[in-house]
């Protein structure tokens, strides 16, 4: 039977047999035709609190955090709602848009048209944050267990702080969305490195839906909680990429509430575990690098036997990507037991370091083959992977390897739908 992965803009169909396939997929809900409509009913009937334009006095600045161009968030129909709110109290110039870009790249003019309109950039200033740019940063102490925050200083000092989050499960932070837009989407990096360091991401619960107890969240909402913020909009998305819920009000109510409807829909319990896993990273943009795809393999290893196979696709238009250190340390040792061992070792963490521990984990327990348009198989070899031309061959070799009772499991959406053992 012929299944369409999420891959890139367009897809992509492969044939499984269909007497030895599972397919996991989160729950579909169908969109409404008037997205616009829903976010201004969430924005008029908050889960607590007032509605925005009750808690802004005139005179007052404003920031809005909004996510970089990694993460499909309907920016271009929320901004306008909330602008036009905002402008019922205050001077749209006292208004700064920004991108929380955490240890991103920042997005250029073009990316930045794309992802929120011309309308938007008209009205209001648009700055992406640099979390290794210390002119931009304001000390605001050390919070939660120990972690030294340094925000975005137009974050900081703005009277009137507005997170607006894309929720879904999240790989080791729980969820994304709330919280999340404020550190680390806008910290400085010396605060990043603390909230992902290795022993954080090792923590049994700094996993896929896990808040409460899970280190990195619990530190997290308590830096969000001492620096404060004003108003927050969580939204998710079907597999269409439309909003089929928005949740807005107090930052950790209607974060909560986004939570356990995302949960509810992207979740999934499995009963066994396979040998064969196929997994996309969710089509773009989230598939654009292959840092990114660090999430398609974790959903794809909570369901794997030990010795397995996990098979990812992902287009991986912008590469390993070629900023940031992801790429480096990858090939920084022979093998993902070294990768580990360098790890545990250091006593500072180094930038992109989380992904890697993560990514070197489960190459330690199974093996992992990509397929990629923008990736040679020299590139991927260099750091510990082999890629397939043909998924459904490599498929069909892996099963008879395994046996005639071997199941292959697919995950058409990757991060999309996380299937646990139940």
Request: with cysteine; net charge negative; proline share 7%.
């Amino acid at each position: 039977m012929d299944v369409r992965l999420a891959y890139g803009e367009t897809g992509l169909v492969v044939g499984f047999p269909e007497d030895r396939t599972t397919i996991i997929t989160s729950r579909y809900v169908p969109a409404p035709d008037d997205q616009v409509n829903l976010l201004r009913s969430a924005l008029e009937e908050p889960v607590a609190g007032p509605r925005l334009g009750e808690l802004v006095t005139p005179g007052q600045t404003v920031a809005i955090s909004v996510c970089d161009i990694t993460r499909p968030q309907p920016r271009e129909l929320l901004l306008p709602l909330l602008l036009d709110e905002l402008e019922q109290s205050v001077d749209l110039d006292d208004v700064v848009i920004l991108i929380a870009t955490g240890t991103h790249r920042p997005n250029d003019d073009e990316e930045l048209e794309i992802m929120l309109g011309p309308s938007v950039l008209a009205r209001a200033r648009v700055v992406c944050h640099d979390a290794r740019d210390e002119r931009q940063l304001a000390w605001c102490g050390t919070l939660g267990q120990g972690v030294p925050v340094w925000l975005n200083s137009r974050w900081v000092e703005a009277d009137v702080r507005v997170t607006t989050g894309f929720v879904e499960p999240h790989f080791f932070a729980g969820f994304s969305g709330g919280p999340k837009m404020v550190a680390p989407g806008l910290a400085g990096l010396k605060t990043v490195l603390t909230l992902h360091n290795a022993t954080r991401i090792g923590h049994p619960q700094a996993t896929w839906g896990v808040t409460q107890g899970n280190p990195i969240h619990d530190d997290i909402r308590a830096i969000a909680a001492v620096t404060g913020v004003t108003f927050d909009v969580d939204i998710l998305l079907n597999q269409e990429q439309k909003v089929i819920a928005a949740f807005s009000g107090e930052l950790f109510a209607a974060h909560a509430a986004a939570c356990a409807a995302a949960k509810e829909l992207a979740m999934v319990p499995v009963a066994e575990r396979f040998p064969v896993v196929v997994t996309s990273n969710g089509g773009y943009p989230l598939d654009q690098n292959l840092y990114q795809c660090v999430k398609g393999m974790s959903a794809a290893a909570q369901v794997v036997k030990p010795g397995g196979l996990i098979i990812c696709a992902a287009e991986c238009r912008d590469g390993f990507p070629d900023h940031g250190e992801y790429r480096a340390l990858l090939e920084s040792e022979p093998t993902p037991e070294a990768l580990l061992a360098a790890i545990a070792g250091r006593v500072a963490t180094a930038p992109d370091q989380w992904q890697v521990q993560i990514q070197a984990g489960i190459q330690r327990l199974v093996d992992v083959t990509m397929h990629t348009t923008y990736l040679s198989d020299a590139d991927l070899q260099r750091v510990h992977l082999r890629q397939t031309a043909d998924i459904e061959d490599t498929v069909a070799e892996a099963l008879a390897t395994y046996g005639e009772n071997a199941r292959v499991c697919v995950l058409p959406e990757g991060p999309l739908s996380i299937p646990y053992i139940h």
